[in-house]
């Protein structure tokens, strides 16, 4: 009997250090979150497993966990949904979500993409909004475009940008980034919350929504 109960005290040890609470939503567990309103957590209508992510190109966790997002997208073929969510104390990163909105719909979104990239990577010198005005002329200088004098002369641009950051107040969003694994029928918050806020665990996040998904039943839509 004894070494049927130290048996037992092992293997969930063994358990406690593979951290199921990382995968526990895709277990069927409840996820730990703020969130008012998880109609919004689901991938689009074509696609089985999604990353939705809401930053501030301002935010210095946001610039750590930017590339990460975007290797673990290409890694498991899974779609990666940005929303911007410019925080009102860093006031230049409303307008830098503007540029950004510019070139992906104008332009190119993978030029969009790394212009996010180049911003994050940028963050030191940027804390106002000349910093960013000259940032940007250089950027585009270097990558052989021209914006126009006014950038967005209807405000269409920053209504995206703003019709975001209200996606995300109504989310109840407290964290940036928040970083969110979704599924037709789950999701797993792995940065949002003080139980859940590291980026790094994406990666098993998604693995293990990918592998629930093969086997989820199709989507019932109303």
């Known amino acids: 009997m004894r070494r049927m109960n130290l048996a037992t005290i092992l293997a969930l040890v063994v358990i406690g250090f593979t951290s199921p609470s990382l995968r526990a939503q895709f277990l069927g567990l409840p996820a730990h979150d703020d969130f008012s309103d998880t109609s919004v957590l689901h991938p689009p209508d074509d696609v ?10 301002g935010c210095p966790a946001c610039a750590f966990a930017h590339p990460l997002e975007s290797q673990v997208a290409e890694k498991y073929h899974v779609t990666l949904l940005r929303h911007d969510y410019p925080l009102a104390y860093h006031v230049w990163t409303f307008e830098g979500a503007v540029y950004a909105r510019y070139l992906e719909d104008k332009i190119n979104p993978k030029l969009a993409d790394a212009f996010r990239s180049d911003v994050f990577h940028s963050q030191a010198a940027i804390s106002s909004k000349d910093d960013l005005h000259q940032f940007v002329q250089r950027w585009v200088q270097k990558h052989g475009q021209k914006l126009p004098p006014v950038l967005d002369p209807t405000g269409t641009l ?4 703003q019709a975001d950051f209200d996606l995300g107040v109504r989310l109840h969003i407290t964290h940036t980034p928040t970083i969110v694994v979704v599924t037709r029928n789950n999701y797993q918050v792995v940065c949002g919350s003080e139980a859940a806020n590291d980026p790094t665990q994406l990666d098993a996040v998604v693995r293990a929504a990918v592998e629930q998904a093969k086997s989820a039943p199709p989507a019932k839509h109303k």
Not at 48 to 57: M, N, P, T
Not at 158 to 161: G, M, T
Request: hydrophobic share 65%; proline share 0%.
């Open 158 to 161: 920053a209504a995206k940008v």
């Open 48 to 57: 089985k497993v999604g990353i939705i992510v809401f930053e501030d190109l």
